[in-house]
């Protein structure tokens, strides 16, 4: 990268500096220059530190309400059918209570992920919005 940099006309000031290492830029043939200094992204995130840290409020939500509408339906079952019944039941009758107890789960997960996409995105749009202030104006 050394070789690029100083084809454009930039040369390493401190050279193995690592990450906050400056670059000057040579205008034309004369003796006049100006820095730039490179400190490396800034502010990045180091993820989550723990297992739990990554869950959000919707994925938290998610869960619960989850364990929720098992519990209700595993009672309702209970309460209104028992659960000798359900041996009896023919192939298509099983599927649609399974389907019952099943089609709102995945409606609530499917929103809870198209809600932690759009937060993903807009993380994503506010950090490359970031990295191009920072290389439109270099301080």
């Known amino acids: 990268m050394t070789d690029r940099a100083t084809d454009r006309g930039f040369e390493s000031v401190n050279p193995g500096a690592g990450a906050e290492s400056a670059w000057r830029f040579r205008f034309g043939s004369g003796g006049g220059s100006r ?3 490179y400190s490396g992204p800034v502010d990045q995130d180091p993820g989550p530190q723990t297992p739990w840290e990554r869950f959000t409020k919707p994925v938290v939500l998610g869960i619960v309400l989850t364990v929720v509408w098992l519990l209700a339906a595993f009672a309702y079952i209970q309460a209104q059918y028992g659960w000798g019944v359900l041996g009896e039941l023919l192939p298509h009758e099983l599927g649609i209570v399974i389907a019952g107890i099943v089609a ?10 198209f809600v932690e996409r759009g937060r993903d995105l807009r993380d994503g749009t506010g950090e490359l919005n970031r990295q191009i202030r920072l290389l439109t104006y270099p301080t």
């Open 35 to 37: 820095a730039l200094v």
């Open 104 to 113: 709102p789960l995945i409606f609530l997960w499917l929103l809870v992920a």
